[in-house]
T-cell receptor
Framework: DAGVIQSPRHEVTEMGQEVTLRCKPI?????LFWYRQTMMRGLELLIYFNNNVPIDDSGMPEDRFSAKMPNASFSTLKIQPSEPRDSAVYFC?????????????FGDGTRLSIL | SQQGEEDPQALSIQEGENATMNCSYKTSINNLQWYRQNSGRGLVHLIL?????REKHSGRLRVTLDTSKKSSSLLITASRAADTASYFCATDKGAAGNKLTFGGGTRVLVKP
């Protein structure tokens, strides 16, 4: 079975540009999570969805960040405008139920560099 | 500060030795999970232990949970070079729903 698929794997762009990260969760999973990982701050939860509905976006750093889940098989994380401090690895994860007793399945991330 | 804090931050051992790492957390939990992350890859779920469990095994992994001390440990027995990775604990803060908070991780290097 395919795991969580993220694209692109790497993105290098100049500050001020719009960046869109994409995620396809595991089929049948109804919870989706967006994380950001940096050396300084570790792994931070940005936002998560249950059944395509955003549940908690308290980790979204600024209004420059937005996330959508238009259907059960696709989600996007958008940064507009991007800044150098947004450079990080962004992970998407999915789980099968809305419960903390379920493992989360991670994609291999998008390594984002903002110049 | 993060809910889970791992200790040590880094660990270097020889192949065949055991590796032990600890996780401390601040608030009550329903479950605690351990994940592994290989360089350049996403996290992989290893094991989940519920708050009413004290010990759990999975292959060469042994996890303990002491809710009175708000701590957990992960033991990897007979380590292999392929166990080289970062290991993270994740807790749910006892709240409803499926939000997890990850610790800072322990980097484990297993030397052949």
């Amino acid at each position: 079975d395919a795991g969580v698929i993220q694209s692109p794997r790497h993105e290098v762009t100049e500050m001020g540009q719009e960046v869109t990260l994409r995620c396809k969760p595991i089929s049948g999973h109804n919870s989706l999570f967006w994380y950001r990982q940096t050396m300084m701050r570790g792994l931070e939860l940005l936002i998560y969805f249950n059944n395509n509905v955003p549940i908690d976006d308290s980790g979204m750093p600024e209004d420059r960040f937005s996330a959508k889940m238009p259907n059960a098989s696709f989600s996007t994380l958008k940064i507009q405008p991007s800044e150098p401090r947004d450079s990080a690895v962004y992970f998407c994860a999915s789980s099968s139920r809305e419960s903390s007793n379920q493992p989360q399945h991670f994609g291999d991330g998008t390594r984002l560099s903002i110049l | 500060s993060q809910q889970g804090e791992e200790d040590p931050q880094a660990l270097s051992i020889q192949e065949g030795e055991n590796a032990t790492m600890n996780c401390s957390y601040k608030t009550s939990i329903n479950n605690l999970q351990w994940y592994r992350q290989n360089s350049g890859r996403g996290l992989v779920h290893l094991i989940l232990i519920r708050s009413n469990e004290r010990e759990k095994h999975s292959g060469r992994l042994r996890v303990t949970l002491d809710t009175s001390k708000k701590s957990s440990s992960l033991l990897i027995t007979a380590s292999r070079a392929a166990d080289t990775a970062s290991y993270f604990c994740a807790t749910d803060k006892g709240a409803a729903g499926n939000k997890l908070t990850f610790g800072g991780g322990t980097r484990v290097l297993v030397k052949p």
